[in-house]
Nanobody
């Protein structure tokens, strides 16, 4: 049973925008911190941003600040990742993940505490 489903990836040219969507089917959505990660080909997975449970504060990796925006719609159990001014180095597989127990503490360190992951959506920027 797939609990997180990402969509919205694609092949785009540098400078364009994409909005990635993560649809959550779990009843615990509102209590989880939700993060987006990406994994470029041949590289390690890195966290790009998080929306925390509760008030929904957001935080971003320095490499994406100003271009990436996370948001969520609780009633739709959906988290979005808006990516503007895409660059070739943004290419990779993008995953959303949920952390119900550690308040997203590991989002900058590979996400080891995130217990639920989506299957990923591919972003290619040329």
């Amino acid at each position: 049973h797939v609990q997180l489903v990402e969509s919205g990836g694609g092949s785009v040219q540098a400078g364009q925008s994409l909005r990635l969507t993560c649809q959550d089917s779990r009843r615990t959505f509102s209590r989880a911190s939700m993060a987006w990660f990406r994994q470029p080909p041949g590289k390690e997975r890195e966290g790009v941003g998080i929306v925390y449970s509760g008030e929904g504060y957001t935080a971003y990796a320095d490499s994406v600040k100003g271009r990436f925006t996370l948001s969520r719609e609780k009633d739709k159990k959906t988290v979005y990742l808006q990516i503007n001014n895409l660059k070739p180095e943004d290419s990779g597989t993008y995953y959303c993940a949920a952390d119900l127990h550690s308040d997203g503490a590991t989002w900058t360190d590979g996400g080891s505490d995130f217990g639920v992951w989506g299957q990923g959506t591919q972003v290619t920027v040329s």
